[in-house]
């Protein structure tokens, strides 16, 4: 312990047994640790009894919250004779004081970004030293090597942490429940949504027969069901699951529990897949209400759903409101994230579509490249997010005149989303923007394909933007109007590009393509 608390992390006060300030409760023993700027509070008492036997009694508390099993926050010897000194250091305090000691230490590196440091305190909890071979402390560990882009060593952490959880399954099923869908979050991260919906669906047998002991167990399997269907495409599953977790939590906490701002953020994430982009504000919002009260300011958790709002306004159009929440969510994530983190990518990425709907190609671009540089570093070769990040850095190529990259990030995109089983749920717009980016560089046999594999798989706005170019560069007005037409049916607000895209140039003068642009003005 001596050597441990001289750590640069803690700040750990051990009162004098004699002090006047001496708790009594843990309470009290926040408080001067609070004052003393502690993170945890050691102290004890001694006593003579009559027939001059002497007794010691040693505890400690944690001052803040370390995410530490609440059953470790805190530990008390009770008055034992000092004869026994060395049992109550070896046995009765000191290995709960090593282990909170070592999680404090993994904790504050980690919050940090000093993933490595983090992992070496977290590890020490599992050495011999340490009797605690502890879940909770393999699932963080799992978590850090999912943070330093080692998928393989974070599955075999998360696999020993499932035995572990089955030896003890009699004694507590919960952890066995808990371990299938952290696992399983694992999958979904990894793009393996099948693997991932088979462990929810073992930890959903599991809960429903245990309901009433704990129902936030079943909610939270109820959650990772629900991001497990949306890799499927299922949309209507995920939200039918989605709502059951909700209807559990609202009846459970308060109205202010961030729980529940995490269950409106994955209900908007829902809504958002079915095209329903007022109903996913509406929850955005909700979320972001109890978060910003709730959290602190920089936390990267407030980010991550400033950045789901942002999407949100830039699909209904709102690409100012937009920019404003990425730009919100960047500076979080910039200040405390190292430069290699997977949310700083996603943040980056999110900037860089904003971008490209204002018309800032450059910046765009950059952004792009910026985050497909550390999703490169940190996701499988055939992950789903780099497939929307090709897709999204070939378009920001060809908007800059890279048509040569454009295609190849574009071709790059396609290939994920076409191994990908079930395949890739924006397939569909990958094709779109590739044969965009052909019908700019008057590769018409190419385009023509493109758009046809897009249209097969999924009819939305973009393909008919991209059959109206394909047509106007090739003097056939009547469908170039005609597929413009289309596209605002299918939701196309964009009037500065039907205005200002060089393809629609030879259509400008027809009169239907006036009446389309009055239409846009009028709905505007």
């Known amino acids: 312990l001596e050597e441990k608390k001289q750590t640069e992390d803690l700040a750990i006060k051990i009162l004098e ?124 560990i799992c978590r850090i090597w999912i943070d330093l882009g080692k998928n393989d060593k974070a599955l075999e952490y998360g696999k020993k942490a499932i035995e572990i959880s089955r030896n003890s399954f009699d004694e507590n099923p919960h952890d066995l429940s808990t371990s299938y869908n952290n696992l399983a979050v694992i999958y979904i991260y990894l793009g393996k949504f099948q693997k991932a919906l088979d462990l929810c669906l073992k930890a959903l047998a599991i809960d429903e027969k245990s309901f009433s002991d704990d129902p936030s167990k079943l909610a939270e399997t ?115 994230l190292p430069a290699d983190h997977r949310d700083l990518a996603t943040s980056y990425s999110n900037l860089a579509f904003t971008y490209g709907d204002l018309g800032k190609y450059q910046e765009a671009l950059e952004f792009n490249l910026k985050a497909l540089k550390i999703w490169k570093k940190i996701l499988p070769p055939e992950h789903p997010n780099l497939a929307i990040l090709y897709s999204n850095t070939g378009r920001a190529y060809r908007d800059v005149g890279e048509y040569e990259k454009a295609i190849e990030y574009g071709k790059n995109a396609i290939r994920i989303g076409e191994v990908l089983q079930p395949k890739h749920q924006y397939l569909n717009r990958f094709y779109s923007n590739l044969g965009i980016t052909y019908v700019k560089t008057h590769q018409y046999i190419e385009a023509k394909v493109a758009l046809e594999n897009s249209e097969k798989l999924k009819v939305e706005e973009r393909v008919y933007r991209g059959w109206a170019m394909y047509y106007a560069l090739q003097g056939d007005y009547a469908r170039a109007i005609e597929n413009l037409q289309e596209a605002i049916k ?26 389309i642009v009055e239409q846009l003005q009028n709905n505007k």
């Not at 309470?27 to 502690?38: D, V």
């Not at 909170?100 to 904790?107: K, T």
């Not at 060089?502 to 393509?513: M, P, T, V």
């Open 222 to 336: 109820y959650h990772n069901l629900t991001v497990a269907f949306l890799g499927f495409n299922e949309h209507q599953k995920a939200l039918e699951f989605c709502l059951e977790a909700l209807k559990i939590l609202e009846k459970i906490l308060p109205p202010e529990h961030p729980d529940l701002a995490i269950s409106y953020n994955i209900l908007a994430l829902v809504y958002s897949n079915l095209e329903k982009y007022q109903e996913a504000l509406e929850f955005h919002h909700k979320a972001i209400f109890i978060q910003e009260k709730v959290l602190p300011r920089d936390s990267s958790n407030l980010a991550i759903s400033y950045d789901n709002l942002a999407f949100t306004y830039g699909e209904l159009g709102k690409y100012q409101e937009a920019l404003e929440f990425n730009l919100k969510a960047l500076k979080i994530h910039e200040k405390v």
């Open 17 to 140: 047994l004699d002090s006047i300030d001496c708790p009594v409760i843990d309470q009290q023993a926040r408080e001067i640790g609070e004052e003393r700027l502690a993170d945890m509070v050691i102290w004890g008492s001694y006593k003579e009894n009559v027939r001059g036997v002497e007794k010691l009694r040693v505890r400690y508390t944690l001052v803040k919250d370390f995410s530490v099993d609440t059953e470790k926050t805190s530990g008390d010897t009770g008055m034992q004779p000092l004869k026994d000194l060395y049992e109550l250091r070896e046995g009765y305090l000191q290995t709960d004081v090593d282990y909170v000691i070592y999680w404090i230490e993994g904790m504050t590196a980690y919050e940090k970004g000093n993933y490595k440091i983090a992992l070496h305190h977290f590890e020490g909890i599992l050495n011999d030293s340490i009797k605690y071979k502890d879940l909770e402390t393999h699932w963080r």
């Open 490 to 515: 299918h939701g196309l607000k964009d009037l500065e590009w039907v205005t200002t895209d060089d393809s629609l140039e030879s259509i400008r003068g027809k009169q239907r393509y006036k009446n």
